[in-house]
């Protein structure tokens, strides 16, 4: 019996471990915690995190696997059907181990977005082509902004485009990049029906101290992204049955009140408040 609570004792750290390196994107870590817990007994939830793991790699064939796996000690697990479509739907498209005609993908940890009101955003981007590119999209993929007279399209790090700002946050980010403002942004979810972005503010030109990056909600018709939690692995691992089609104004502006919705309060004591950002 303490045999096997040992064994359990190392599981459930190994676990804790692993949800922790994914909650950082580092996947590639997260991967090889999930292969040490199978070699304490097969799970169909540790194949599950396994195969999330590697698709946030790139590496599509070895991901396809694992959930395999998981069908074959689980046959009805909706994790694993919905992600063995879209990795079906990849590999299709020639996208293998290695990520094959893609630039390596550079990460940005989810958790340097937690600021103070107005310098950060979560909003889902409209005119989002059905491309190879899209599909491949992970969460924590640093993207880039390429601006156009009032819009602001957003690119990945072929040059890609993966879709373009609301109108209205477009326009203002526009006129605040032309005037010398910074900003990161990486995808918080990527669903075939839709990508969100977070945005944040990393440098405010002196010409623009006056002018607050995201003052509110732009429009109507926002809606809050309830249980987005980062610091959660099972949530990383999830995907909603249904999500309806985005509206042109559907742009969160996390403020301090909303940061608790979102699940961000809890690890923002664990961060400085603006470390390694330009000011």
């Given at each position: 019996?303490?045999?096997?609570?040992?064994?359990?004792?190392?599981?459930?750290?190994?676990?804790e471990?692993?949800?922790?390196?994914?909650?950082m994107?580092?996947?590639?870590?997260?991967?090889?915690?999930?292969?040490?817990?199978?070699?304490l007994?097969?799970?169909?939830?540790?194949?599950?995190?396994?195969?999330?793991?590697l698709?946030?790699?790139?590496?599509?064939t070895?991901?396809?696997?694992a959930?395999?796996?998981?069908?074959?000690?689980?046959?009805?697990?909706?994790?694993?059907?919905?992600?063995?479509?879209r990795?079906?739907?990849?590999?299709?498209?020639?996208?293998?181990?290695?990520q094959?005609?893609?630039?390596?993908?550079?990460?940005?940890?989810?958790?340097?977005?937690?600021?103070?009101?107005?310098?950060?955003?979560?909003?889902?981007l409209?005119?989002?082509?059905?491309?190879a590119?899209?599909?491949?999209?992970?969460?924590?993929?640093?993207?880039?902004?390429?601006v156009e007279?009032?819009t602001?399209?957003?690119?990945?790090?072929d040059?890609?485009?993966?879709?373009?700002?609301?109108?209205?946050?477009?326009?203002?980010?526009?006129?605040?990049?032309?005037?010398?403002?910074r900003y990161?942004?990486a995808i918080?979810?990527?669903?075939?029906r839709?990508?969100?972005?977070l945005?944040?503010?990393t440098?405010?030109?002196?010409s623009?101290?006056?002018?607050?990056?995201?003052?509110?909600?732009l429009?109507?018709?926002a809606?809050?992204?309830?249980?987005?939690r980062?610091?959660?692995?099972?949530d990383?691992?999830?995907?909603?049955?249904?999500?309806?089609e985005?509206?042109?104004?559907?742009t969160?502006?996390?403020?301090?009140?909303?940061?608790?919705e979102?699940?961000?309060?809890?690890?923002?004591?664990?961060?400085g408040?603006?470390?390694?950002?330009?000011?």
């Amino acid at each position: 019996m303490a045999k096997q609570d040992e064994k359990q004792r190392i599981r459930r750290r190994l676990q804790e471990k692993a949800i922790e390196l994914a909650a950082m994107n580092r996947w590639d870590e997260a991967a090889e915690i999930n292969r040490q817990i199978l070699q304490l007994g097969e799970d169909p939830d540790i194949y599950n995190r396994l195969g999330k793991a590697l698709m946030e790699q790139g590496l599509y064939t070895e991901s396809h696997d694992a959930y395999q796996h998981t069908l074959r000690l689980n046959p009805t697990n909706t994790i694993a059907r919905k992600n063995l479509a879209r990795l079906d739907a990849l590999i299709a498209r020639g996208f293998g181990s290695g990520q094959a005609n893609r630039k390596p993908r550079q990460q940005v940890d989810l958790r340097m977005f937690i600021t103070e009101t107005g310098r950060t955003a979560i909003t889902a981007l409209i005119d989002v082509p059905r491309t190879a590119a899209v599909d491949a999209l992970v969460t924590g993929e640093k993207m880039d902004f390429r601006v156009e007279g009032k819009t602001v399209y957003v690119i990945d790090a072929d040059g890609t485009t993966v879709g373009r700002l609301e109108p209205k946050l477009g326009q203002r980010l526009a006129e605040l990049i032309n005037g010398g403002n910074r900003y990161l942004a990486a995808i918080a979810q990527s669903d075939p029906r839709l990508v969100r972005l977070l945005i944040r503010e990393t440098y405010q030109d002196p010409s623009q101290r006056n002018r607050i990056s995201f003052p509110g909600k732009l429009g109507e018709g926002a809606a809050y992204v309830s249980g987005l939690r980062y610091e959660e692995y099972e949530d990383l691992l999830d995907e909603p049955d249904e999500i309806d089609e985005p509206d042109a104004d559907l742009t969160d502006y996390i403020t301090g009140d909303e940061e608790e919705e979102l699940g961000l309060d809890e690890i923002e004591q664990d961060m400085g408040d603006d470390d390694g950002m330009e000011e």
